[in-house]
Each structure stands twice: as C-alpha cells, then as structure tokens.
C-alpha cells in the first residue's frame, strides 16, 4: 500500500483528496506546512508527496524548496504537485520535468 502525504494549506481540499485516496485504498497523512511535515513521524516512509500550493505566486519557490530537502533523503517520494488553476501552456509541466516533479492541473 502506497504512503501518501498531502501538503495543503485548505483543510477542506485536503480532506476531499484524503477520501479520495482513501477509497482506493491508501494509507494518507495531511498537513498545511511543509516544514512541519517533513518532522512528523514516519516521513521518511512517503511513498508519495502531494503538494498542493496556495497560489501562482510563489508555487515554484515551494517546490524547489521541497525538492532540495527530499535531496539529502535516502528513500525519495514520488512528488506531484496539484496546481489549483487553468494552464497557460506547457511551462508548469515543464518547470516541473525540471524537477522530477509531476505537476496536474486542476480547475
């Protein structure tokens, strides 16, 4: 079974992805701080990372700055990042490739 962490700052949105991915058999854990979920217990068993950013204006900073804690990681999550707006052409997919990160859009 696939160990899911979500970082995202709307409790609302984070609690739909969690029952999402809870019916689909996933163990989950969610937190609105990135900081604080790379110290929570048993972080370094993440499958994958779900990041889902609070606006355009500082979504790449975020991400770069997750990638490069998950660089001193011996075991590395697969990272996707949900952006929560309508694409303007392919530069966050390929900002994202960049990265080794996944990068969806939804709208």
């Known amino acids: 079974m696939d160990r899911i962490l979500i970082i995202d700052r709307d409790p609302d949105h984070a609690e739909a ?10 163990s ?6 990135e900081r ?6 048993n972080a370094n068993q993440i499958d994958v990372l779900i990041v889902v950013p609070p606006g355009r204006s500082s ?5 770069r ?7 001193t990681r ?5 990272v996707l990042c949900v ?7 392919p530069a966050d997919r390929l900002f994202g ?6 990068v969806q859009h939804e709208y």
């Open 74 to 78: 011996f075991n590395r999550p697969a």
């Open 97 to 102: 490739d960049s990265l080794g990160v996944e």
């Open 59 to 63: 979504w790449k900073e975020q991400v």
């Open 36 to 41: 604080i979920a790379f110290a929570i217990p």
């Open 83 to 89: 952006l929560r707006w309508a694409p303007q052409g």
């Open 17 to 26: 992805l969690m029952a999402s991915l809870c019916r689909a058999g996933r």
């Open 65 to 71: 700055e997750i990638r490069t804690a998950l660089k």
């Open 28 to 33: 989950i854990e969610t937190c609105s701080d």
